[in-house]
């Protein structure tokens, strides 16, 4: 599979993600911190604030607890990275964006994702449509362009 290159937002929130992960307890603790970064940028963060996912404070969520066997910072980006590329590909598009990093960010994590939207009111299910309309609204912005 050829790698598409990331848009400079999907790369800084990347780059802040390898750093931020560390501080992490558990792997709520990691979906905060991903949702906090890409709250901030791009198509991700317009979807997060549409479904009131930004600018929270840190949510208690039933189930979470320190994990120590989980894998590392750099581990953990590769793989939510390597999701995003096989999501990006499979759309087709030139570039890896936000949308791609966080609909990776939602794989990865699976039910502690949903446990953190559940607390916050809102699904996956939820979050899929609006990142599809906001894709499929920014395709038809671009090839009109």
Known sequence: ?????????????????TTALPFAVDRLGEVQRWLRLLGGHGAAGAVLAELGLTEQPE????????????????QTVAAVCAL???????RQADE??????????AEYYGSAFDRLLAAAGTTREQLSVAL???QADEAANHGAG
């Open 96 to 105: 890896l964006t936000t949308a791609d990093l966080l609909a990776a960010v």
């Open 132 to 134: 599809a309309a906001r």
């Open 84 to 90: 995003a590329q096989a999501r990006c590909a499979a």
């Open 59 to 74: 949510l208690e969520v039933p189930g979470g607890s320190p994990d120590r066997a989980r894998p590392t910072a750099e």
């Open 1 to 17: 599979m050829n790698e598409r290159p990331l848009t400079q937002e999907a790369a800084l929130v990347v780059g802040l993600a």
